[in-house]
Each structure stands twice: as structure tokens, then as C-alpha cells.
């Protein structure tokens, strides 16, 4: 109860959620003594893949007994899952604890929610010296409350697409101004870039950081990978190659992420990561709401022998990546999805192929997630629509046969409230 009346608090600070600029996250770090200059971090930006690529990282580090903080954006089921230290999540009174001391210093100053927990990460993080800090880009990254590092071992730049375009000008939304926001200010330090969805992105991602000095791993060019049979793949960098068995996430293009998260790892080069810290580490990987079976609980239940999964893929990109995976399985497939109301619906839901059923509902406890029903009428071309009233009513509508899956999705928020439900 404390913890959630603070946040409440924190949330009413400024009148926006977001107002991109660094002038309030940066004098907040001031009178806390700056404790992003005290840590070890690697940066990652993107559009899509951070969570996974940095569960990964974390994954072999931990193989080779390296403790992480990680800060991420947004959180699933709880705040906590915000600010992990020494590889755990804060307890909730130490979390109230955090916050209160960071809640007296700013002393009632203007400063948006996510730059008030920005600071706090940092502020916490400096306890852990010798910690690896994962540090998530919000938004972008050019006015982020994560971008007032002054050096990190290493900025990722994971797979880049359309998204978050109502922050931007009309005129100016882009994928190349995307890039620009994500990229153009990375520090100079080793820069890894995962495999793109196109090759004029990739363009752009090089033309964007060619002024940058950092060494940079660009995939197909310093690194690549290979799937291979019987459940292997091969990844290949400058320092050879290694034979690998697949991760322990669903879908094949995960190896995209996991393979940017190995490249990074092996460009740490004052770190002792072995090969067999590699190996093992990716089979070993915590994620949550990414391609996530949910094996028991109440709405599990519901489903029986049928299996259920969560994804919370919420723009274009991610949606084209799931109903790649998606094809790849020999069932028949339901999906249920809830949205944002500021996404592209049509975009989204045009990646889909060969689904049994579509139900749409509402995001419940989202006043800005779009009605079920208007994104029903919104998408109602696509064949066997319908719009139920809750996730539970959803589920009892579907008809399932042997080896249907059901699959919800649209939103990380309502993969959260899934999870909490179950």
C-alpha cells in the first residue's frame, strides 16, 4: 500500500507523461551527485527485441558469474520488475524506501514519472560498483531520461520499425527519423546493430552512426548467424565461430535477439566470458510476455489440454515476427487482442494469415487502450471478428478442437494484466 501511494504521487508531479528533455532528469542527478557517472552500463535502444536481448545478456553473464542491474520500461505485472539489482528484483519496501528519498530530494519539483524512476535507478545502482548495468531506452533516446550517461561498455541497437509515430510531427514520421532519435547520440564505445527488417534500414542505421567513433558490430558484416538442423545454430563473429543449441524461447527469431545479445557479450572483452558461458547461458533465459506459454493457473484452466500463450507484440514489426512463428506451427490459431489507442490497428492485425478467430476486448485498467468494439469496427475485414466484454469471456467464446492454440496479444499492457489474472 505504501509503495503504490508514492507512485501515485510521483505520477502527479508533472502534468504530461512524457516531455522530452534531459534539463530535469539531469539537475535531479545533480543533487544526488551525479550517480550515472558511477556505474558500468550498456545502453540498449531499438523499436523491438530489447527485453529479450538484454534477458539474454543477462542470462550469460550470470553463466559467468557477473551480477546485473537492469533498468526496463514498461513493467508487466509489478513496478519492482522495474529495478533489479545484483540480479533481483526490489523488494517492495526497499522500493518505497528508494522512492521516498528520491521523492524528498526533488522536493515537489516538476518532473515526468519516468525520469523521476530514471534517477532512482541510477541513484540505487551506484551501490553496485562493480555491476553490469542493462539499461533500456524509453521512448527514443535523444531526449530520454536514460541519455545523460557520460560513457558504457557498449550502446545495442536492436531491430528499429514505426512506432510511438504520435510524438513526432506529422511531417516528420519517419523510420528515418526514428533512427535519428534512437541512434544519432550514442556514446562512443563499441556500438553492436542487430539484423534489420530491411536493408534500407540497415542503411540508415550506418549513415546515421558513420560520424561516430565507437567500433561498430553490425550484423551480416562483423557478425552473423545460422540456423542449422537438428536444433542447432551457428553464430560467427571476429572471434570465431561456435556451435550453439537453440535458446530456451519460442520462435525461431529470437535468434535474431539472442545473436545480438552473443555479440555483445563477446565485445566485452574486460569481462571473462567464455564460450560455455555462452552455451549455457542462452539456454537459461527469464522472460516474461514474450511468446509466453502459460503452462497452468485460472485462464490456463480455461483452455484445458489446449495451449495458451501471451505475446506483448504491439506495433507493425512485432506483429510481422509473430505471425512468422506463427505460420510456422501446423495447428489452428485463435487470437485475442486488446490495443493501445494511439497504435497503428490496421498495420498490426495486416501480418496476420490463415487465423481461425479474431476477438477483440478491452484493456482493462488502461483509460488509454482503444474500446474492444472500436477496434473491432476498426479491423472488421478481417474474417471471424468478434468483441468480447473481458479475457475471461474471450476464451469460453473460442471453440477449440485437439490442438488449438489461443494467443493474446496486441499489448504489453494487457499481457501484464493476463499474467495477473491467471
Known sequence: MKLQKIVE????????????????????????????????????????????????????????????????????KKINERFVYNNEELSDDDLTNLLTEIEEVNNNEPITFFEILTVAYFHHAKKYPKNINLIESGLFHRFDATNILKKNLASIITTIGL????????????????????????????????????????????????????????????????????????????????????PNLPGEFQLENVSTAIATARQLTNYNITNDHIKNGITKIESIARLQEIKSGRLKNLVKNNQLFVDGSHNPLGAKVLNQHLQSLN???????????????????????????????????????????DLKDKIKNFPNIQNKNSIEDAIFSIKLQENDIIIITGSLYLAGEVLNLN
Open 9 to 76: 504521487r510521483l505520477q502527479k508531479l508533472h502534468p504530461k507523461e512524457i516531455d522530452l528533455s534531459l534539463d530535469r532528469t539531469i539537475n535531479l542527478c545533480q543533487k544526488l551527485g551525479n550517480p550515472q557517472d558511477q556505474i558500468n552500463c550498456v545502453s540498449i535502444v531499438g523499436t523491438n527485441g530489447k527485453y529479450s536481448t538484454i534477458q539474454t545478456l543477462c542470462a550469460i553473464l550470470k553463466e559467468a558469474n557477473y551480477k546485473c542491474n537492469i533498468y526496463t520500461s514498461p513493467h508487466i
Open 163 to 246: 512506432d510511438h509515430l504520435d510524438w513526432l510531427p506529422k511531417e516528420e514520421q519517419t523510420i528515418k527519423k526514428i533512427i535519428f532519435e534512437k541512434a544519432s547520440s550514442l556514446l562512443n564505445s563499441k556500438i553492436i546493430v542487430a539484423k534489420q527488417s530491411s536493408n534500407k534500414i540497415s542503411a540508415h542505421i550506418e549513415n546515421t552512426i558513420a560520424k561516430n567513433k565507437s567500433k561498430k558490430i553490425i550484423f551480416n558484416k562483423n557478425y552473423s548467424f545460422a540456423l542449422k538442423e537438428n536444433d542447432f545454430f551457428y553464430f560467427e563473429d571476429e572471434f570465431g565461430g561456435i556451435k550453439l543449441s537453440k
Open 331 to 373: 495447428c489452428k490459431k485463435h487470437i485475442i487482442l486488446g490495443m493501445m489507442a494511439n497504435k497503428d490497428h490496421n498495420k498490426y492485425i495486416s501480418y496476420f494469415k490463415n487465423v481461425e478467430t479474431l476477438t477483440t476486448i478491452d484493456i482493462p485498467n488502461q483509460p488509454n487502450a482503444i474500446k474492444g468494439n
